[in-house]
């Protein structure tokens, strides 16, 4: 904006200059001109009465030498009788039509001009005075003028940058405060703020800004403390399962109950800090999706055991070292339990299924692709699912799982695509943004069958 306001200027203020000195050089130069022709006629007016008193060539040469052109060679006297006195230089035919036009009149010559001025004698005779101007004397001054206009033109171009520098440079300034208070706000600080400045559409905006920023803070404001009252109120029912649990016995199932029932309480309190929290400002954090995929398949396994369910998982136990992703292992384990989930909610019991955990190589990004399908009726309307809260999940669904499954993979620059699978039903591929994930073995050993977390 700065370059172009520049640039602006210097092309309005140079067309203007150009628009008033050229006509004015011009100008300038037709002065010139004119000085010089009229004392040419001067000089050769004071000799006309010499030439009317007297035709002898003693009283004339004196007379001549006493104009200031006469005394420089630069004046003639033709006479009547075809005599010349002084130093001529126009031509007989110029000398001629002098006498027949009986007025004065300009010839150009070799190095000027020859003013030839008639002077009407008695008895019908005349006498031409011919007044040399050299080429130089039309122009004197002209190039010092010349020079004090363009010295001018550019002096007012200089300014009129100065001045449009200047005024961009007020304006980008506050176009540059407005930008990055925009992107700190972004970034999630929200108590940036910015004091208006520069023109008046700019303060405006600023204070509109200022505004929007001062919402933004409350209601980011309402949402944390609703979330974390919400959260809180939790912790009764919690502690009742809590309690419940605990007199459950000793059985595999009275664990996993009892392991499911902190593991609850452990994201109801992950839920009162991150809304307590005044920041929002997230730091670069990762977790091992591999390790998490065998984690929570080994939680969902023995429910899959007793409804009669064959699952599969491919890629994840193969996977030689961590497999990294840009995704906090608390979201990830989320949003794989709500892939997870939809399976168990939305298909019949005994329906199989499968998770498979692909991770490319260098030569394809290191990318990282997560799909769970199973074999029951599909997704009617694969984008609705994935807006939130439009999920037909029926009874005890908040049609919020494919949009936090979503949301997970977004924020690691991924994406996520609902697809027919292999066995008949849905298929949801999740792929991750880029991560330090190593080379997995290209061959796949599948473990089929029921299975349970002690099998594993």
Do not use: C, Y
Not at 98 to 126: M, N
Not at 158 to 170: C, K, P, T
Not at 312 to 334: I, K, N, Q, T, Y
């Amino acid at each position: 904006m700065r370059g172009t306001l520049v640039r602006v200027a210097l092309a309005v203020t140079t067309m203007v200059a150009l628009a008033f000195l050229i006509p004015l050089g011009l100008v300038v130069r037709e002065i010139a001109r004119d000085r010089a022709f009229s004392d040419a006629e001067r000089q050769a007016a004071a000799l006309q009465p010499a030439l009317v008193i007297t035709t002898d060539r003693s009283a004339l040469e004196r007379a001549l030498a006493s104009v200031p052109a006469g005394a420089d060679g630069r004046m003639a006297v033709h006479l009547p009788d075809g005599g010349v006195l002084g130093a001529p230089r126009a031509a007989p035919n110029a000398l001629q039509k002098a006498r027949d036009r009986a007025q004065a009149f300009r010839v150009h010559t070799k190095g000027g001009w020859s003013l030839l001025q008639p002077v009407a004698l008695e008895h019908g005779r005349v006498t031409v005075i011919e007044v040399f101007v050299p080429e130089g004397d039309t122009s004197r001054g002209v190039g010092t003028a010349w020079l004090v206009l363009t010295g001018v033109a550019v002096l007012l171009v200089s300014g009129s940058l100065v001045v449009a520098d200047r005024l961009g440079a007020r304006v980008v300034r506050s176009a540059k405060s407005l930008a990055g208070a925009a992107g700190t706000l972004g970034g999630g600080d929200l108590t940036v703020r910015i004091t208006p400045e520069g023109p008046t559409e700019l303060r405006d905006a600023a204070a509109a800004f200022n505004s929007m920023a001062d919402r933004v803070e409350k209601l980011m404001t309402a949402e944390r403390e609703l979330a974390a009252d919400l959260s809180h109120r939790l912790r009764t029912p919690l502690t009742a399962l809590r309690l419940n649990a605990a007199s459950l016995g000793d059985s595999s199932v009275a664990d996993q109950t009892r392991d499911a029932v902190a593991q609850l309480e452990r994201e109801v309190d992950r839920l009162i800090l991150a809304a307590r929290r005044q920041t929002t400002v997230a730091e670069p954090v990762g977790s091992d999706i591999a390790e998490v995929v065998r984690d929570r398949i080994a939680f969902w396994s023995a429910l899959a055991e007793d409804e009669d369910r064959d699952w599969r998982l491919d890629g994840a136990e193969e996977a030689r070292g961590p497999v990294r992703v840009p995704v906090p292992r608390a979201e990830l384990a989320a949003a794989v339990d709500a892939m997870l989930g939809n399976v168990f909610r939305h298909t019949a019991e005994g329906t199989p299924f499968a998770v498979t955990l692909h991770v490319g190589g260098p030569a394809a990004g290191d990318t990282v692709i997560l799909l769970v399908a199973d074999g029951g009726p599909g997704i009617s309307d694969p984008e609705a699912a994935l807006r939130r809260g439009h999920g037909d999940g029926g009874e005890g669904s908040t049609g919020l799982g494919l949009d936090i499954v979503r949301r997970v993979a977004e924020s690691s620059g991924g994406e996520v695509r609902l697809e027919r699978s292999v066995l008949g039903g849905a298929q949801v591929s999740v792929r991750f943004g880029a991560g330090n994930a190593p080379v997995s073995r290209r061959g796949r050993r599948a473990r089929k069958g029921r299975r349970t977390a002690d099998a594993r």
